[in-house]
Every structure is written in C-alpha cells, then in structure tokens.
C-alpha cells in the first residue's frame, strides 16, 4: 500500500469530500477491526482511509423522540452500557455482545458491521427486525435507507461513491413489543455463526401477536426477512402448531452454503430451531413488558 | 506518502512519533518507539498478544492505525508496574507461574488489569468470558485464571494464600 493516505476530518462535508474526492478506493474507518485484517490480508486496497471518529456525535448513543440515534462510530462496549437501549432492544444488544472478543467490542461498530457485508453479521438480523434505519450522508446530501436495503451481497453495499452512514435510528418499542437474537456456533465464544436469528414481537393484552418480523443471517447472500414466519405468527399465541409452521417457514427462507461450520441440510434445520427459540425469548420479554420504553 | 505526525499519551507521557499510514498502533509501538512489550501473535484481532488500553478500553493493538492515536491515552504492559512495584496481576502471574513462554503473557496482564479496573469482584466465568480474546498455546489457562481472581482479591484488600511453590 505504497500510496495509501490517511485523513480524520472533523466534520460530515470534509469526510464526504474526501471519500468523493478519491480517484481509486475510499473506505471509512470506524473500529477498524473488519478494514484493518483486510488490509493486511490484501483483500482491501485502499488509496484513503477516512477515520470518521473525529465528526461530532458520530460516537454515543442519544434518544430522539420516539427513536434511539446510534452514531455510526460507536463501539460495541459502549452500546451495551447504554442502560435505555439495553432494556429497549435487548435482542440487538445481544448481537453486537457476540462480536469477537472484549477487545473487539472496544471498537467495532454496528455500522462496520453491517458494511462489511457478511451474511453472518451478528448485529444485522436484529437490527432489521427492529426496523431500524439508517441515515447516510453523500455529495446529494442526506437520505435514509432501512437497514436491509444497504447489503446487496457479500461485500457489497448500495452506497454510492462518496456516501457514508452517519448514524442509526432505531424506533422505540411500543408497549408489549420486544425482540431477541440468537447464534449458533460449535464453541462458546470467538467464532462466525453457523445460522443467527433476531425476532421481533408486539403482543395485544391477551398475548396474541400482534406484528412480528423475523430475520435469518448465515443461510443466505445476505440477511432474509422471513415474511411466512412472520405471517405464521400474527394473530397466534406460541402454540406447538404455530412454532412448527414458524420453523417451516424459516426452513423454507434458507439458501445457505456447505461449509466447514455446517452443511447446508444441517444450516437449514438449526435455522428452524433457532427461529423457535428466539421466538419464544421474544414472547416472554413481550409479555413482561406491559410499558413501552420511553 | 507524507508520514503522518501523531501525539499522543502512552503510559501517562507525552509521546510524538511519525508513520506511515498503514502501520498499525502495534507496529508504531514496536518498531518506532521500542516498546516490544507487546506482541504480534496473529496481527488479525484474534490472540490478544497486541493488547493495550484505549482511553480505558481494551482493544488489540493490531487492528489500530497508528495515526489513529491522536489525542488518545493509551496504556501498554509497560505502563502496568508503578516502577518497581509489580501490579498484583503481575505478582500472582508470577507466583502461580501462569507463564511458560511467555508470548502471551503481556497481552493477559493488560486484559486482566482492564478487567479489574472495571470489575473488582469478577466470578471465575467472567474472568474466563472477558479473557476470551487472549490465547494462550502452553499453560491451559488455569493457572492464568487462578492469577488473576488471586489479584482481584489482593486488590480488595483480601489476603489470598500464596499458592504453594
Ligand atoms: C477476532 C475477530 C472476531 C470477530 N467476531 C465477529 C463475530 O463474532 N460476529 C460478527 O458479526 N463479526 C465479527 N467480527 C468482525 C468485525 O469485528 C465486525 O464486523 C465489526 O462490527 C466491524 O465494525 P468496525 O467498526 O470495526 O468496522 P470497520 O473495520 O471500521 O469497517 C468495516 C467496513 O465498513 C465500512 N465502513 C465503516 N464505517 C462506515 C460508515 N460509516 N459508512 C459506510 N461504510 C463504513 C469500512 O470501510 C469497511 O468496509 C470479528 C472480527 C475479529 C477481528
Ligand atoms: S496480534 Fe493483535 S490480536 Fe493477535
Ligand atoms: S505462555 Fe506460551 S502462549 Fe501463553
């Protein structure tokens, strides 16, 4: 990387401009831990390497009205100690809990995460469940996009030229909604999921689901919202029937690879099982949930 | 390239070097300003060899630029002593002999003081959870577990047996 600079600008214009003004690859840097081991492995060449840490509240996490702002830059540890968001969306914190190790959590961000483009991003199933948006800024301006619209496949982003994301809104849950996220890996700790799954469930007075949204990460190019699984829930308690019609539509969701964490008729069948058990996580925090968070 | 020019506070002094952009924190600290204390296991964020604290977060060292430190307080294993007097972590490494080569060794000492410093009374499977970024090839991790709940309660203020040599 003979040519490669390096520039941490203090304000959204100068971070576009210069990831506009690059003639080859511009990549931002939040924690670095994705960018960093590409780097060095020479799958990523960059000719600027935009530090986007120095801008202004692109680092905390802030409430808005009716939704959390999360700045793009945030590191895991930070989110997590975030007592409001924690109880509001426990689900998306336990995704970014999973990511690697204490000392990755001291970086890494919800927003690397995600544009990383990996299919078994850990923070991205419940962070589209929750419906969370995110606000990107670009030489056009402004613009939002929902979390699902930003990957389109492996490593690859719908962001344009110059584009990046400042921060994420994610919506306060109404009363009786909550949400879970669940990963399956063969050890405890440290390692990439064979499947994961974030639910997210709105219960009425009489535990009937109201709305629900369903995302599987790993089985697929990129993360899928699991509408059938969804559809299997509204109207239902969690019943044998529909936790079995659930399993089958998460089943039915999956496209995954053969790899060495799993075969694809192994990935398939764990997804069905997870999509059970965050499920019903999902109901029981719903449930103990009578207020909103506010 | 133009090198970039980073100041910053390592072990609580004042510190200015210059790099290239690519070099990582770790390689800034090795190569330019001889602190060989920590180490490159792995330089992909994996074995904890290259930890160091980061306005009070452990990160790895390795995935870091260099000129990302700007500004920034950063704590390496050469900062852990208070001059000649040894951290508990390191004086119970020391005593339970949670060492064999050694490689790993810094890297633990800095994740175990981080550790403390935020927990004081860490059970044994948070101590194992939160060390779970450290790898370790020769000492099964035991001995290294046993260290740092012994310092833990020396920090306290408790008065942990020795373990017998
Ligand atoms: C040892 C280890 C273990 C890991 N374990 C896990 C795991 O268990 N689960 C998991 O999901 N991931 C894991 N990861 C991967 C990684 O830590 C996460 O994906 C992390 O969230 C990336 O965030 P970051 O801030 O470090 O991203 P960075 O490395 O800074 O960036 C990642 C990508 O996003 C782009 N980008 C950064 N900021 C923006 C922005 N604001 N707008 C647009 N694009 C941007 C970068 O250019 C780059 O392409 C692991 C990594 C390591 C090294
Ligand atoms: S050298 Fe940094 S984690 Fe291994
Ligand atoms: S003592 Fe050798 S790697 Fe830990």
């Known amino acids: 990387m003979p040519n490669l600079s390096f520039t941490a600008p203090t304000t959204v214009d100068e971070a576009i401009r210069a990831l506009a003004g690059a003639q080859g690859l511009a990549k931002p840097l939040a924690g670095g831990t994705d960018l960093l081991v590409q780097m060095r492995s020479g799958r990523t060449r960059p000719e600027v390497i935009v530090d986007i840490k120095r801008i202004p509240d692109l680092i905390g996490v802030r409430e808005a009205g009716d939704s959390f702002v999360i700045g793009a830059a945030t590191p895991g540890v930070m989110l997590s100690e975030h007592e409001a968001f924690s109880r509001a969306w426990p689900g ?13 959590q001291g970086r890494a961000s919800l927003v690397g995460n995600l544009c990383n483009a990996s299919p078994a991003a850990d923070s991205v199933p419940a962070m589209i469940a929750a419906h969370a948006v995110a606000v990107i800024a670009g030489p056009g301006g402004k613009r939002e996009a929902a979390v699902e619209a930003i990957v389109t496949g492996p490593g690859q982003t719908s962001l344009k030229k110059g584009e990046f994301i400042i921060e994420f809104r994610v919506p306060k849950p109404k009363p009786r909604q909550s949400d879970a996220y669940l990963r399956f890996i063969p050890r405890t700790e440290m390692d990439i999921a064979v499947v994961g799954c974030g639910v997210n469930v709105t219960l009425d007075g009489s535990g ?19 509408t059938e699984a969804a559809e299997a829930l509204k109207g239902h308690r969690l019943d044998d029937d529909t936790l079995s019609r659930l399993d089958a539509a998460a089943q039915r969701a999956c496209k995954p690879i053969n790899d060495k964490r799993g075969t694809i008729e192994y ?24 207020a909103g968070v506010h | 390239m133009a090198k970039q020019h980073v ?9 200015e070097f210059l790099c290239e952009p690519q070099q990582t924190l770790l390689d800034v600290l090795r190569d330019e300003l001889n602190l060989t204390g920590s ?4 330089a992909s964020g994996d074995c904890g060899a290259c930890t160091v604290i980061l306005d009070g977060n452990m990160v790895c060292s390795c995935l870091m630029l260099g000129a990302e430190a700007e500004g920034r307080k950063i704590t390496t ?16 490494f020391l005593e339970h002999a949670a060492l064999q080569c050694g490689f790993c060794t810094p890297g633990f000492i800095v994740a175990a003081k981080a550790l403390l410093d935020e927990n004081k009374n860490p059970t044994e499977e948070e101590a194992r959870y939160w060390l779970a970024g450290n790898l370790c090839r020769c000492t099964g991790y035991d001995k290294i577990i046993r260290a740092v709940l012994d310092a833990a309660a020396v920090m306290r203020g408790e008065n942990p047996p020795s373990p017998a040599a």
């Open chain 1, 208 to 226: 009937l689901c109201t709305d629900a949204r369903v995302v599987l990460g790993a089985v697929a190019p990129t993360q899928v919202i699991v």
């Open chain 1, 92 to 104: 998306i914190v336990e995704g970014v809990d999973l990511i690697g190790s204490q000392q990755i």
């Open chain 2, 7 to 15: 100041s910053t506070i390592i072990n609580g002094e004042p510190v």
């Open chain 2, 77 to 92: 294993i050469e900062g852990i002593a208070e001059g000649d007097k040894l951290h508990p972590v390191q004086q119970k």
């Open chain 2, 39 to 42: 180490k490159e296991g792995c």
């Open chain 1, 267 to 290: 990935r398939t069948k764990v997804a069905g099982v997870l999509a059970r058990r965050a499920t019903k996580i999902a109901f029981e925090r719903a449930a103990g949930r009578v």
